[in-house]
């Protein structure tokens, strides 16, 4: 986390990124994917991928997840699931690949932050020196000064959202708990509309 020191650096980092081609994830092992994951979303996905007939959602939680640990990494998982589980061992392969393709498409749109022109004007407008304290408050609970506090509600919640989507998304961010973020997200504003 000690690299992580500017809120809008993360962002400018996204808006700046397509998510497919981040490329921080490219070299990782399974195993490392694995862990990032973990147990409880690898299950989702793994069910979702294997395509039981009750047709099981994937939960905004591990979308998250997904997002964070990256296509690199989920493209891998699915070759080991595949190369794994007997019964798929004789699925046709071209049609598993497009099916986690479209698990990735899912939780990519289910997640999104909205345009990167939007991000890109809620960041640009908030400012460099405020964005980092909005950042050290939702990651290390410091101090949103009354100005920055005013700024952060003139720009509105649906750009304060999207800034910490963008940023949750990030693989930097792969071991925050999206749920978690997003509930701190919303008392960092509830807090300033009342300063
Ligand atoms: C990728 O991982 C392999 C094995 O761990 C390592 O030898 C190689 O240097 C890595 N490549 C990059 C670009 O990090
Ligand atoms: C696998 O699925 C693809 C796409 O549906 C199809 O074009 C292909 O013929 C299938 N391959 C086999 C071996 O059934
Ligand atoms: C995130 O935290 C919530 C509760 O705060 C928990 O229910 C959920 O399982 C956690 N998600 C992950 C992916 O660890």
Redesign the pocket.
């Known amino acids: 986390m000690a690299r992580l020191s500017n809120y809008l650096i993360l962002v400018a980092f996204f808006v700046a990124t397509t998510i497919a081609t981040i490329s921080a994830t490219e070299n990782e092992t399974l195993s490392q994917c694995g862990k990032y994951m973990?147990a409880?979303?690898g299950k989702q996905v793994a069910d979702k991928l294997r395509g039981s007939h009750i047709d099981t959602a994937i939960?905004s939680?591990?979308c998250?997840?997904l997002l964070q640990t990256g296509y690199p990494c989920h493209t891998k998982y699915t070759l080991y699931v595949l190369l794994n589980r007997p019964e798929l061992k004789h699925s046709n392969w071209t049609e598993l690949f497009a099916k986690s393709d479209q698990i990735y498409h899912e939780c990519d749109v289910l997640t999104s932050p909205g345009s990167i022109e939007f991000v890109a004007k809620c960041t640009e407008n908030l400012g460099n020196e405020c964005g980092e304290q909005v950042y050290n408050k939702l990651i290390h609970d410091g101090r949103i000064t009354k100005p920055c506090c005013q700024e952060l509600v003139k720009n509105g919640l649906q750009c304060h959202t999207a800034m910490v989507k963008s940023l949750i998304r990030i693989p930097e961010m792969r071991n925050a708990?999206?749920?978690?973020l997003m509930?701190k997200n919303s008392l960092i504003f509830n807090h300033c509309l009342h300063v």
């Open positions: 973990g409880h979303c939960s939680d591990c998250y997840k708990n999206a749920t978690e509930k």
